[in-house]
């Protein structure tokens, strides 16, 4: 099969990248494809050089399969285009709330995969996708009321030009010398930013939104869900804390083992000195981490965790490449 990645040398398309050779699938052609400034560069898939070509020319009927990954602006403009050649996933924000869009985390929703209208399928937003991961197997054996959570994001999650500029602002303050900060609205080194995306309604902000309105599509529309996210001076790895409230009654060791059983979570929770997972030690990882499980004496039936999970892995790369596995498992669902 041949397969397009649109956004091949940002963060996440590289990310493709190397989840899909580590991959079985067959693929006979891996198309990169990215803006004409990169147009023509090489990059190695499998020890082979693939050229980079421009999107403005390149023909989706050459594919089975597009990763769109190169921002909202690129998906609103190129992928119904693609779509009319090509099956598309997208990771921007832009068709996540679409209805005739499936919104999906395979380990979640996979049935949702039947209902494909447009031949698009949407990607979660990356503190999303590994929430629903840890909610799913808690919601389905005591019903979830409502979730509160904050967030302290990486700053990959804006892509790779914060990421270059969170070490250059680090070699500033470390040099005493002034920062002035281009993708970020203040100083992000030794700093925390209680703001990510734009501002939308009564002072949350759309991050904080896509949390709330992604949760009800994938998971269950009858789940209350309040978020703050907050940027923090880290490359990699997304993390959360959740104080979640059920309906039913739990026990502790029912909860570990629930995760500790459910794909695509892990739980590494030892009470003690270093017994719980950090940002560092999730980046690379498929995984998502689950720590400091421990019960909300504050409410009835109250939850308390962290989770980690590398944000350009769950919350992009390897989601975006487990939806196509299982597409490709299902024979594409018959269409
Ligand atoms: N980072 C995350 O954790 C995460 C998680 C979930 C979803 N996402 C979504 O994934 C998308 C990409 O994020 P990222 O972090 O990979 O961003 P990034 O590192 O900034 O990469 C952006 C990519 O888009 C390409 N691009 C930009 N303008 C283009 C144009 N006019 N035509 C064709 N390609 C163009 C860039 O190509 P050039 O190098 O040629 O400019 C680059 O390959 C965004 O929609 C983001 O919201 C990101």
Same mark, same amino acid.
């Given at each position: ?35 004409? +400034? ?17 999107? %403005? ?26 779509? !009319? ?7 921007? &924000? ?7 869009? /499936? ?6 929703? /996979?049935?949702?995969? +039947? ?12 503190? %999303? ?15 979830? !009321? ?7 994001? &990486? ?38 930013? /209680? ?21 009800? +599509? ?7 869900? &309040? ?11 997304? &993390?959360?804390?959740? @104080? ?16 500790? @059983? ?22 690379? +990882? ?11 004496? %504050? ?37």
């Amino acid at each position: 099969m041949n397969i397009a990645i649109v956004g091949a040398t940002g963060n996440v398309g590289r990310k493709i990248i190397e989840v899909l050779e580590k991959k079985e699938l067959s693929i006979e052609n891996l198309f990169l494809v990215a803006s004409p +400034k990169s147009a023509g560069k090489k990059i190695l898939f499998k020890g082979k050089e693939c050229e980079v070509s421009d999107l %403005t020319s390149f023909d989706f009927a050459k594919v089975k399969i597009a990763f769109f990954s190169a921002g909202g602006k690129i998906s609103e403009k190129f992928v119904e285009k693609a779509a !009319k050649k090509c099956l598309v996933i997208d990771n921007s &924000s832009y068709y996540r709330m679409d209805p005739h869009v /499936p919104l999906i985390v395979p380990q979640v929703n /996979p049935e949702a995969l +039947k209902n494909i209208n447009k031949n698009i399928i949407a990607n979660p937003n990356c503190s %999303t996708a590994q929430l629903v991961i840890v909610l799913k197997p808690l919601h389905d054996a005591y019903t979830i !009321k409502r979730v509160v959570t904050s967030t302290y994001q &990486s700053v990959s999650g804006g892509g790779k030009a914060p990421m270059d500029e969170l070490i250059e602002q680090t070699k500033l303050f470390l040099d005493n010398k002034e920062i002035k900060s281009q993708n970020f609205t203040k100083q992000i080194a030794f700093n925390a930013i /209680p703001h990510i995306d734009t501002f939308a309604d009564e002072g949350y902000t759309k991050e904080e939104l896509k949390m709330t309105n992604e949760t009800k +599509k994938i998971l269950d529309p009858k789940i209350e869900l &309040s978020a703050t996210c907050v940027r923090i001076p880290i490359l990699v790895s997304h &993390s959360e804390s959740v @104080n979640i409230e059920f309906e039913k009654s739990f026990t502790i060791e029912k909860v570990r083992e629930l995760l500790d @059983n459910s794909s695509g979570c892990k739980v590494i929770d030892e009470r003690k000195d270093g017994g719980y997972s950090t940002p560092i030690e999730a980046t690379g +990882k498929n995984e998502t981490f689950i720590s400091r499980i421990r019960e909300d004496k %504050t409410i009835t039936n109250g939850l308390n965790l962290w989770i980690v999970s590398d944000n350009l892995l769950r919350g992009a790369a390897l989601n975006a490449v487990e939806i196509a596995e299982t597409l490709i498992k299902n024979k594409f669902y018959g269409k």
